[in-house]
């Protein structure tokens, strides 16, 4: 069964500590590896999509990582507008209608 | 530009009670799709359409149904609402089976 696992569940740093997310995943196939970011009260915001095993994506503070089993997304020097919750998603090659697998998302709090 | 947007913002139904959760995007997107969001359980595909006239189920169809009966427009109707349709409904579209979808803000709709 595929599968997307999504941890810590929660995370909180102090302002300028960095540190990682983890998406781990176990499917028949990976089309395309997603990264989003969600608000509270707000739809889930697009920063990245990785394709394949060494790719790595940049913006801003945020930088993402694929390998054949996981994919990270670091958090460099956070600040506190980097709050919400991170959630990772999956579209894999069996399926020929390109639906997204998500997982459950990480919540992270950066206080001053 | 509008993007993705959903209405309402907010719903209060009784178990029993019918309604149509109402999205509208004007990308000229073909692939749009319904997922719900409930706490530690991430987002769940309902349905999903890839141009008008075509729709198909995703992981949890039972209670909802969809039509697409013009590129811009996926309403998805709640038939007789259960307390256990409970949750934030999300809409999203995107231009093709391999890009990244775009999320409206949510509908949050209580069922007593």
């Known amino acids: 069964e595929d599968q997307v696992t999504q941890s810590p569940e929660a995370l909180r740093l102090q302002e300028g500590e960095s540190s990682s997310l983890n998406c781990s995943y176990t499917?028949?196939?990976?089309?395309?590896l997603f990264w989003y970011r969600q608000d509270p009260g707000k739809g889930p915001e697009f920063l990245f999509t990785l394709y394949s095993a060494g790719e790595e994506k940049e913006k801003e503070r945020l930088k993402a990582t694929l390998t054949k089993k996981e994919s990270f997304l670091h958090i460099t020097a956070p600040k506190p507008e980097d709050s919400a919750t991170y959630l990772c998603a999956v579209r894999l090659t069996t399926d020929s209608w390109g639906k997204l697998q998500f997982g459950a998302g990480t919540q992270v709090v950066v206080t001053p | 530009n509008a993007g993705v947007t959903q209405t309402p913002k907010f719903q209060v139904l009784k178990t029993g009670q019918s309604m149509t959760l109402q999205c509208a995007q004007d990308?000229?997107?073909?692939?749009m799709s319904w997922y719900r969001q409930d706490p530690g359980m991430g987002l769940r595909l309902i349905h999903y359409s890839v141009g008008a006239g075509i729709t198909d189920q995703g992981e949890v169809p039972n209670g909802y149904n969809v039509s697409r009966s013009t590129t811009e427009d996926f309403p998805l109707r709640l038939l007789s609402a259960a307390p256990s349709q409970t949750s934030v409904y999300f809409c999203?579209?995107?231009?093709?089976?391999?890009?990244?979808?775009?999320f409206g803000n949510g509908t949050r709709l209580t069922v007593t």
């Open positions: 499917v028949s196939g990976l089309r395309g």
């Open positions: 990308m000229n997107h073909e692939y």
């Open positions: 999203a579209s995107s231009s093709d089976l391999n890009s990244p979808l775009h």
